[in-house]
């Protein structure tokens, strides 16, 4: 999509419309990952339970789904719920799955509207069956989509993602002489797609936890002190800008600009 | 024959309508059996028929993945009991016993939609499995090792052997399947429910019975052939939706 495609959204004279205009189109991060941290802290900010930062945070998943199809991101990447995150207290583990099937249910049209391929990435088939079928349906009815890729990773792991590979890899029959990097890049669950050029993580932690590992390596890293439930467009744009103003190296010396080269 | 057949095909109707149907269908569906089922209860212990309406009431309300409003249903029900004494001039055990259709049977059919609503068909499928496996288990084990009666003057053909059979196997089927089913719930807390939904079920099963027993009749009704009324099918689900229900608001 583009600049008016996004300035259309915007109500004119939003303080917004000044942001997209410092945008550079042509330099747009390709794949954009987020990490979406701090649905705990919000909620207890306001003394709530924490399954209501849960339930805030998806008004800012819809709005930066939005926004990033809008501006032209070709992969978004959210990470809603890791392998550990098991581990969390079973009232709050059951209201995530809920959320996730009531946001696809009801954001389908969404979606569709503005022509957004949903998929998952992770171990799906330990989620519950119920919660599995309805992420088979959103998948298959965006599967004729053809604007931005948008990847959830449920049940996800890097580490398992690069198990997995592996464990594929042999069962493939691949040799270790013929494997190199593209090849076992192909046996990860983000085959085919481009690595992320921005990784966004809310709510000012330092971490990678366990995200996207293998894919990560180049990527612009991202910290914001926003709160996952309060980060929407402005703040996506924010990032989007503070990383068209690093210089990409790719590990050589880059005196010329290859920024934000896609 | 007859029973296989229609218990086979009350099976599938069943399975297609957890997986298959809205929520806001499921609600109708679960009213409709309601009224059914607190026909049978009102023609047994012989109450006005017209009470249908409250389980029906309660079952509408109660369906809800937002608690009911309880004190707007017994407001109802205590107008309702006053009604009937004061404008019918029924006696008021009759009314009162008529009014409890509404609690026995409409809350708990109400509540199973309320499950589906908060935690979709794999939960409600877990409640209804583990209901399965322990009525059967609870036949098979009882006629091959049944010796002594869980409850002579009630039902005479219930065994301690088979309720401890349905106990082992269900509970067993609710850890299990459980697992898979809810997969962020521990062990533990499947063990405890299980065990807390199959001994209310056998409750419910021997409630059920003396209830029959005190009318004098066999079946709750001939509706389902082979298998008597719409209460014969449900009185173990009716007593064991509750416990299950609490425990599915509590993890939602």
């Known amino acids: 999509m583009s600049r008016e495609d996004l300035l259309a959204w915007i109500p004119s004279g939003h303080a917004d419309e000044l942001l997209v205009r410092e945008i550079h189109f042509d330099r747009l991060p390709v794949h954009v990952a987020i990490i979406m941290d701090g649905n705990g802290r919000w ?9 209501e930062g849960h339930r805030a945070g998806i008004d800012a998943v819809r709005d930066s789904v ?26 709050e583990v059951g209201t995530l799955m809920q959320l996730l099937k009531r946001y696809l249910r009801s954001e389908l049209d969404t979606l569709l509207r503005n022509d957004i391929r949903f998929r998952v990435i992770g171990r799906m088939e330990d989620l519950a069956p119920d919660i599995q079928d309805e992420l088979h349906a959103a998948i298959q009815r965006t599967s004729g989509s053809r604007g931005m890729l948008f990847n959830v990773a449920l049940n996800y792991g890097g580490r398992a993602e690069i198990v997995d590979a592996a464990r594929r890899a042999m069962a493939a029959g691949v040799r270790p002489e013929e494997l190199d990097e ?23 932690e330092m971490r990678v936890s366990n995200y996207l590992l293998w894919q990560i390596a180049y990527s612009e890293i991202y910290v914001t002190d926003t709160l996952w439930p309060d980060f929407r ?18 590990g050589g010396i880059g005196s010329r600009a290859v920024i934000g080269a896609k | 024959m007859v029973r296989l057949a229609s218990g086979i095909a ?47 009431a309660l079952c509408w309300v109660s369906s809800r993945a937002s608690m009911p409003p309880a004190q707007l ?15 019918a001039d029924h006696p008021v055990a009759q009314v009162t016993s008529g009014v409890f259709a509404a609690v026995y049977v409409g809350m708990p059919l109400g ?7 908060l935690q979709g068909w794999s939960a409600t499928l877990l409640l209804l499995g583990t209901i399965v496996v322990s009525d059967s288990s609870q036949y098979y084990v009882g006629r091959m090792l049944g010796r002594r009666p869980l409850a002579p003057s009630i039902s005479p053909k219930k065994t301690i052997e088979g309720a ?45 019975s003396r209830l029959k027993r005190t009318a004098g009749v066999k079946d709750s009704s001939s509706l389902i052939p082979g298998h008597g009324g719409v209460l014969d099918r449900v009185d173990a689900l009716l007593f064991a939706v509750p416990p299950f229900y609490l425990f599915i608001r509590n993890i939602s």
């Not at chain 1, 032209?72 to 990470?79: K, S």
């Not at chain 2, 249903?73 to 404008?87: D, G, P, R, S, Y």
């Not at chain 2, 509540?111 to 609503?117: D, E, G, I, Q, S």
Request: hydrophobic share 60%; aromatic share 10%; proline share 4%.
């Open chain 2, 164 to 208: 401890v059979g349905g106990l082992v196997f269900a509970t067993a089927f609710m850890v299990l399947a459980g697992a898979r089913m809810l997969p962020f719930v521990g062990y533990g807390s499947l063990f405890v429910l299980g065990l807390l939904v199959v001994g209310l079920g056998i409750c419910g099963d021997l409630f059920e």
């Open chain 1, 182 to 204: 593209k090849r076992f890049a192909s046996f990860l669950y983000t085959a085919g797609q481009p690595d992320p050029d921005l990784l966004i993580r809310t709510s000012g």
């Open chain 2, 73 to 87: 249903l017994l407001m109802m029900a205590l107008l309702w009991v006053a009604l009937e004494v004061l404008a």
């Open chain 2, 111 to 117: 509540l199973l939609v309320a499950v589906h609503a």
């Open chain 1, 233 to 250: 467009r402005r703040h996506l744009i924010e990032a989007v800008l503070a990383y068209q103003k690093r210089e990409r190296r790719y």
């Open chain 2, 10 to 56: 009350l099976i599938a109707v069943t399975l297609a309508a957890i997986l298959f149907l809205p929520i806001a269908a499921l609600r109708v569906l679960a009213c409709l059996v309601a009224a059914l089922g607190a026909y049978e209860y009102l023609e047994i212990v012989e109450s006005p028929i017209r009470a249908v309406v409250l389980a029906v």
């Open chain 1, 66 to 91: 939005e926004t990033a199809a809008r501006l032209g991101i070709e992969v978004l990447t959210l990470y809603a719920f890791s392998m550990e995150n098991w581990k969390r207290p079973a009232s």
């Open chain 1, 43 to 51: 909620a207890a900010q306001r003394h709530l339970p924490r399954v």
